[in-house]
């Protein structure tokens, strides 16, 4: 079921908190869209443990100044989306980057039939479209710090951090929590334990995800995607270097790509980071994102 729950609206944009079933579990979002016809409709897949409300404002921006609608929604059991106690959540990150992100295409469809498609992927937002269905209806792809990084590429004294959340106290306190008390370590939301298991997976194998295939995940189609793709890295990104972000171009061998490193100081800003280029703070590289 797909439900419009309440819309609000200003003068060059309106907003609509939505909901729509994936797998059984209702997901809620909000389509950001234009007054007039947009000339795209983005489905912004989010990264882990990232809330949708993180990226009201570009969504925003989109839709008022770019002419796009924006559909950006929480996946299963997190966020806006979650029901009951974590610690029942059987959510994994699979659910997440294949079925939600699908779900979410779907209803975007369904709500511009004729309007090209779009997706922007945040992290895991753009590692599983091999893994999705009707891949010839996305028209562009535009990857942010997204990548199958293996903690080994992780630069120091991050690397150290990272090492201590695969290996070290949040394993442990996931088995006895059962689900990944972020917020109470410091790392960040709440996880439900089988997003956390999964991720961890895939992040300590040097194969990434790829023993999975046919079990945890669908078999990919690499080549499903021939849409454009801009594949964008974060210069001072430690979750997901540039190197590693590279490496996601290989899971899209039929798509013509161009790759892009967005350099803080080129923006006179700071720092950036894994999350930064989202950030109503540093939306002066919102427009390289979208070139």
């Not at 949708?52 to 925003?60: I, L, P, S």
């Not at 997204?146 to 992780?154: A, I, L, N, T, W």
Request: proline share 7%.
């Amino acid at each position: 079921m797909n439900v419009i729950h309440t819309e609000f609206a200003q003068d060059d944009f309106t907003g609509e908190a939505i909901s729509f079933d994936s797998g059984g579990h209702l997901l809620k979002g909000t389509l950001f869209r234009p007054i007039i016809e947009p000339d795209a409709i983005v489905i912004l897949n989010g990264a882990t443990g990232v809330p949708a409300g993180f990226y009201r404002a570009f969504a925003t921006w989109l839709a008022a100044g770019k002419n796009i609608a924006c559909l950006t929604y929480d996946y299963r059991d997190f966020g806006a989306s979650a029901e009951g106690s974590m610690r029942n959540s059987t959510a994994t990150m699979a659910d997440w980057g294949v079925h939600d992100q699908q779900a979410a295409r779907d209803f975007a469809v369904s709500r511009f039939p004729q309007t090209p498609v779009w997706v922007i992927g945040h992290s895991l937002g753009a590692l599983c479209l091999p893994f999705q269905r009707k891949l010839e209806q996305i028209s562009r792809v535009i990857t942010v710090a997204s990548g199958p990084v293996h903690v080994r590429e992780h630069p120091w004294p991050y690397q150290a951090l990272a090492r201590l959340f695969w290996f070290g106290h949040a394993p442990l306190v996931t088995m006895v929590a059962g689900y990944l008390p972020g917020k109470a370590l410091g790392l960040g939301s709440d996880l439900p334990a089988g997003v956390y298991w999964q991720w961890r997976r895939w992040c300590t194998r040097r194969d990434f995800f790829a023993r999975e295939f046919g079990t945890a995940l669908p078999y990919p189609d690499w080549t499903g995607v021939k849409a454009e793709m801009k594949i964008v890295a974060i210069a001072d990104d430690v979750m997901m270097p540039p190197r590693s972000a590279w490496k996601l171009m290989q899971f899209y061998p039929e798509a013509p790509k161009k790759q892009l490193v967005i350099r803080p100081a080129e923006f006179g800003l700071s720092k950036l980071g894994h999350l930064g280029a989202f950030s109503e703070k540093n939306r002066a590289v919102w427009n390289a994102l979208l070139a």
